[in-house]
């Protein structure tokens, strides 16, 4: 049987891919991505041609077992989300549940990570921290609010920018005027970093771009 690398790629800069990843990427016979026109950019950029295969949030099972099919005859895949590392709060893990389940050799090729950037420049004690995904839209959103508002360290989520400022509305309405730090565009060109309590950052977040926010613990 093949191998399935789960490879970590840029979470904006394309310089901060890993050599053992373009390494990777070359040798595979087949690339899964999360989009195929966000994938041909990186792989263009590093001169790099290999055929590839979309496997979203919306891919059918028939999807998968196509996968593990290819794998099953020994071609090696390398599975690549949009951006960081795919299975964290992506739908790559359902790939890697099936892979496990059929005894497939798997191997991870870590990389450039959104939580890790953030939590290096945060300035807050990060030994141990929460990280939460992407938040509940509707259903159970108040609830987990409500959990977390006695969490003792720092949590750590994802936020679209289409989002962002209700999000900061709901959580100073239950968390109160909370210390919080905004990542936005971390590691590309318009990077942003924002640090301050609820009431202060939220006058000046833009809605524009890909979020992720601290948020300050209880006991820092």
Sequence with gaps: MGTLYVIATPIGNLEDITLRALRILKEVDLIACEDTRRAKILLD???ISKPLVSFHQHSKLQKVDYII???KIGKNIALVTDAGTPAISDPGFRLIQEAVGNNIDIETIPGPSSITAILAVAGLRSSEFLFLGFLPKKKG????????????WPMVIFESP???????ND???VLGDRKIIIGRELTKKFEEILRGKISEVLPKVREQGEFILIIQGTHD
């Design 141 to 152: 959103r108040q609830t987990l609010f409500s959990k977390i508002k006695e969490y003792s």
């Design 162 to 168: 289409f989002r962002i400022k209700k999000t900061l």
């Design 45 to 47: 950029h590093f001169q």
């Design 69 to 71: 099919s290819e794998l």
């Design 171 to 173: 959580l100073q309405s």
